[in-house]
């Protein structure tokens, strides 16, 4: 049964409130878990679990999945839908405030083991599921999301047109576009065409853990004020002295007449360790700045 008819059937409308979209074509559905590329020994963490139809998909191919739901309507259709899948955990929840550690573990050793996320999230909480995906302590080893194209493509943007979107996504793993999706392919229609895109974190971060908080701080200065240079963006942003940061940019090879699109995730982190360096030498510690 198709996904009109099954709404009819049950007499459900789609929320608008909770950015219900519902996949109608079983092309793209095929897309998301080529992209995902599950096999019979994975682990996957599906966001919005809908009517289902992606779940079902997915539970044919692993060994484990765990979809969470907010909508308690369709929860009650999920569970009598999905009742003959044993080796499916609905859990009613808004993801965003779920501890991802915690509710991936599996009993009785209460194990976190490797896991992927596919996502068919509403569009508003893009931003907010990746961060909370990318800073979990138990980090996924694979994600698979469909988003707003536009969105898509400040994800896997490079220098010249990056954002803290862009950096925030990029510093923790490596994201590509996998394919557009027309808006025709969902019900009802949105106004805006889709994309699918994977995104292979990495096995080891950058910058150790406690000092991220202060990374992104400096990022977040560098974006603040984006038609400044950064030379001009950074002091206010950091209130550091501007010397301090001609100095650090010079020690990173950053021009400092630069902008903050045209810095790749790279050259933020040499930017970083050479600020903290700077405040290392200095009476302040590095962490009173960045």
């Known amino acids: 049964m198709g996904i009109k008819a099954l709404l009819r059937e049950l007499e459900l409308r789609p929320q608008k409130r909770l950015g219900q979209n519902f996949l109608v074509d079983r092309?793209?559905?095929?897309?998301?878990?080529?992209?995902?590329?599950?096999?019979?020994?994975?682990?996957?963490?599906?966001?919005?679990?809908?009517?289902?139809?992606?779940?079902?998909a997915l539970a044919a191919q692993a060994r484990r999945v765990v979809?969470?739901?907010?909508?308690?309507?369709?929860?009650?259709?999920?569970?009598?839908?999905?009742?003959?899948?044993?080796?499916?955990e609905i859990v009613v929840g808004d993801i965003l405030s779920l501890d991802i550690a915690r509710l991936m573990q599996e009993e009785p050793s209460r194990e976190v083991r490797p896991y992927k996320v596919v996502a068919n999230i509403p569009?508003?909480?893009?931003?907010?599921?990746?961060?909370?995906?990318?800073?979990?302590?138990?980090?996924?080893?694979?994600?698979?999301?469909?988003v707003q194209r536009e969105v898509a493509q400040r994800i896997v943007a490079q220098p010249g047109q990056m954002s803290l979107l862009a950096v925030s996504v990029q510093f923790y793993g490596r994201p590509h576009r996998v394919a557009?999706?027309?808006?025709?392919?969902?019900?009802?229609?949105?106004?805006?065409?889709s994309a699918i895109v994977r995104i292979d974190p990495h096995g080891k971060l950058p910058i150790a853990s406690h000092h991220i908080p202060q990374f992104f701080d400096l990022v977040r200065a560098g974006f603040a004020q984006r038609r400044k240079q950064l030379r001009n963006a950074l002091p206010s942003g950091?209130?550091?002295?501007?010397?301090?940061?001609?100095?650090?940019?010079?020690?990173?090879?950053?021009?400092?007449?630069?902008?903050?699109?045209?810095?790749?995730?790279?050259?933020?982190?040499?930017?970083?360790?050479?600020?903290a360096a700077e405040g290392n030498e200095g009476t302040r510690h590095p962490s009173d700045a960045v």
């Open 180 to 193: 557009r999706v027309p808006a025709r392919s969902f019900y009802p229609v949105p106004k805006v065409d």
């Open 123 to 146: 569009y508003y909480i893009t931003s907010a599921v990746l961060r909370h995906l990318l800073e979990a302590i138990a980090r996924p080893q694979l994600i698979v999301l469909m």
């Open 27 to 56: 092309r793209v559905l095929g897309r998301i878990l080529a992209a995902a590329e599950v096999g019979s020994g994975d682990t996957v963490l599906e966001i919005g679990s809908g009517l289902g139809v992606l779940t079902e």
């Open 67 to 88: 979809t969470v739901e907010i909508d308690e309507q369709l929860v009650a259709i999920l569970r009598r839908r999905l009742e003959g899948l044993a080796n499916v």
């Open 238 to 275: 950091l209130a550091v002295e501007s010397q301090r940061i001609s100095r650090a940019m010079a020690e990173a090879g950053i021009d400092e007449r630069r902008r903050a699109q045209t810095l790749s995730v790279d050259e933020w982190i040499a930017l970083y360790r050479a600020l």
